[in-house]
């Protein structure tokens, strides 16, 4: 998979991500039957992410994939093709993240999702945003923590751009 964006905003240095964990993830661009992008929308602190989340050891990146939207934006999807991946060196964490990056498409109806106890307290909500929506939602996204303002809203809109590019060709 090609790389679609490095992400380092607090300056870690090759020597420091040497001893870091490693994380793996799976996120989609995934598209409703009227080619709209879900979102999850964090209400309490008022930023924006793509659905995804990551991967325990030796579980299959798309099967992973598909678990993680049911609960997120409970939908089944199907995976339409690779988008790219992202690498991200977290010093607040101490990992080097790489996200495989997919987009997909809902299979059936639309569900209610089944959110963790954080995403609760977070206010999460599945907003279904026009891909150019999305995109404005993502860049105005307030995010003040570190972990959004640096790592996960700069992904995912270098995500859905990437595959804005897959939806024009």
């Not at 020597?15 to 661009?29: I, M």
């Not at 709209?36 to 659905?51: G, R």
């Not at 639309?110 to 609760?120: A, L, Q, V, Y």
Request: glycine share 6%; with cysteine; charged share 30%.
């Amino acid at each position: 998979m090609k790389e679609i964006a490095f992400l380092n905003p607090e300056n870690v240095t090759e020597d420091e991500v040497k001893t870091y964990s490693l994380r793996e993830a799976a996120r989609a661009v995934v598209l409703d039957n009227d080619n709209n992008v879900a979102l999850l929308h964090a209400t309490a602190t008022d930023y924006y992410k793509l659905p995804g989340g990551g991967l325990d050891d030796d579980v299959d990146k798309i099967v992973a994939l598909k678990r993680e939207c049911i609960e997120e934006i409970g939908c089944d999807i199907e995976v339409l093709q690779e988008i790219g991946l992202v690498n991200e060196w977290r010093k607040i964490y101490q990992i080097y993240q790489v996200s495989f990056c997919y987009l997909a498409k809902i299979v059936g109806k639309k569900g209610t999702p089944d959110f963790t106890e954080s995403e609760i307290a977070e206010g999460f909500e599945v907003r279904w945003l026009s891909s150019e929506e999305a995109l404005k939602a993502l860049i105005e996204s307030e995010a003040e923590h570190i972990s959004a303002k640096g790592y996960m809203v700069p992904r995912d809109i270098a995500i859905l751009r990437a595959a804005q590019q897959y939806l024009q060709n």
